[in-house]
C-alpha cells in the first residue's frame, strides 16, 4: 500500500485546512486509517483514525477541531482542521493497518503503512 498526503501549508491561527491522504496497492475500505503528527524535537503523536466501520476516534489535544472522514470509493482519508492553533504546527503522517484492536489505535506500532507526511504551519 502507498499512501499520498497532501494538503498541508501556512495558515494563520484560527484557520482551516483539510488534509488528504490517497492510497494506492490495495483497496482500503477494510483498514483502520488514521492521522499522526510530529512537532520539530517531539515525538510523533496520534491525532485521529477511522475504522473500516466509521467509529472515528481523536487525540485530546484536537477533539472538537479536528475531524477524520474517509470516501472508499476514492480510496481517500481525510482530515478537516478547524480552529488552528500554533501548537498545531508538525508534519503530518497518514497510516493504515489492518487488524487494529481498539486498545492499540493510539499506537504507531500498530500501523503497518505511512505516508511521506505533509506540513502543517499555523502563523499566530
Known amino acids: 500500500v502507498q499512501l499520498q498526503a497532501c494538503g498541508g501549508g501556512l495558515v494563520q491561527a484560527g484557520g482551516s485546512l483539510r488534509l488528504s491522504c490517497a492510497a494506492s496497492?490495495?483497496?482500503?475500505?477494510?483498514?483502520?486509517m488514521s492521522w499522526f503528527r510530529q512537532a520539530p524535537g517531539k515525538e510523533r503523536e496520534f491525532v485521529a483514525a477511522i475504522r473500516w466501520s466509521g467509529h472515528t476516534y481523536y487525540g485530546d489535544s484536537v477533539k472538537g477541531r479536528f475531524s477524520i472522514s474517509r470516501d472508499n470509493a476514492k480510496n481517500t482519508v481525510y482530515l478537516q482542521m478547524s480552529s488552528l492553533k500554533p501548537d498545531d504546527t508538525a508534519v503530518y503522517y497518514c497510516?493504515?493497518?489492518?487488524?487494529?484492536?481498539?486498545?492499540?489505535?493510539?499506537?504507531?506500532?500498530?500501523?503497518?503503512?505511512w505516508g511521506q507526511g505533509t506540513q502543517v504551519t499555523v502563523s499566530s
Open positions: 497510516a493504515a493497518a489492518t487488524g487494529v484492536i481498539v486498545s492499540a489505535i493510539t499506537s504507531r506500532a500498530a500501523y503497518h503503512y
Open positions: 496497492g490495495r483497496t482500503l475500505s477494510r483498514y483502520t
